[in-house]
């Protein structure tokens, strides 16, 4: 009788553990057919949000923006990109960051399949505190909210929409070539826009060296910003980034001995 009972408790144990791995492998496959990243690629689970978005001709998101990247549409980061409210920008240390956003939740605005899309954010979405949290003040503290472009709202939900319930989690950024160091500044003020930057996206430190100083730490001036205050003119320029993730890179000698202010020289790229 007990053996009986052992036999028929291993069985239903090998049965539920059919059935479980069974779905898992069933959801990996329904989230490959998604496009959803998989757990590789993801440096956070999924969170709840909300999403508006800004029409492209009157978005500063796509026009500059509080990142300092510029003109969007003739950079590398395109038209999928987004604003933040202050709890998702962190006072510029998400600048560059990738986030993968879907619609969910809402029948009437949400796309058929909850579709994913993934922009990067340039911007910051600044609160209201003259509106209501959930009536116009969609950016202030501490609501976490993207104020996305129009080309990247409509991948996931009816551009008819006024706002959404999205849900949204940390990617790597998937950026063609190296990182790209545009310098700026004066005889005593030194400053380096970074752009184009794989893996995690945001950047943590930044140091420099010319060929006569030794490392010098950059502080974030504003966005994707960094400066120091030295005179690096004549020297051939190395830059060291640090990742929001801890992983730094060092390239070496990436402006050349003759370098001058506005120039843009590309290093060296995290593992993608």
Not at 30 to 38: F, L, P, R
Not at 161 to 175: E, F, G, N, S
Not at 218 to 236: F, I, K, S, T, V
Request: contains cysteine; hydrophobic residues 35%.
């Amino acid at each position: 009788m007990g053996f009986l009972l052992l036999k028929r408790s291993r069985s239903s144990s090998f049965l539920l553990l059919f059935f479980l791995c069974w779905a898992a492998e069933a959801e990996a496959e329904a989230d490959a057919e998604a496009g959803i990243s998989n757990t590789r690629e993801s440096l956070e689970e999924w969170r709840s949000a909300t999403a508006t978005y800004t029409k492209e001709t009157q978005s500063p998101s796509l026009i500059g923006g509080a990142c300092g990247f510029g003109d969007l549409e003739r950079s590398i980061y395109g038209v999928n990109t987004a604003g933040l409210s202050s709890e998702l920008f962190r006072k510029g240390s998400s600048c560059g960051g990738c986030f993968e956003l879907r619609c969910v939740n809402h029948i009437r605005w949400c796309l058929s399949g909850s579709p994913s899309v993934v922009v990067t954010a340039t911007d910051f979405c600044a609160p209201n505190y003259g509106l209501p949290n959930d009536y116009g003040g969609w950016c202030n503290f501490p609501r976490e909210h993207f104020e996305m472009s129009e080309a990247a709202f409509v991948q996931i939900a009816k551009g008819r929409a006024d706002i959404i319930p999205v849900q949204y989690r940390r990617v790597k950024c998937k950026r063609n070539g190296g990182m790209r160091f545009t310098v700026t500044g004066s005889s005593y003020f030194h400053q380096v826009l970074i752009t184009n930057v794989g893996s995690d996206g945001a950047i943590t430190a930044v140091k420099v060296k010319g060929s006569r100083t030794g490392w010098i730490p950059m502080g974030r001036n504003w966005g994707q910003n960094w400066q120091c205050n030295a005179d690096l003119r004549g020297q051939p320029l190395s830059f060291e980034v640090t990742s929001s993730g801890r992983s730094t890179i060092t390239s070496y000698n990436v402006a050349p001995l003759n370098w001058w202010f506005g120039q843009t020289f590309e290093g060296k790229q995290f593992l993608q």
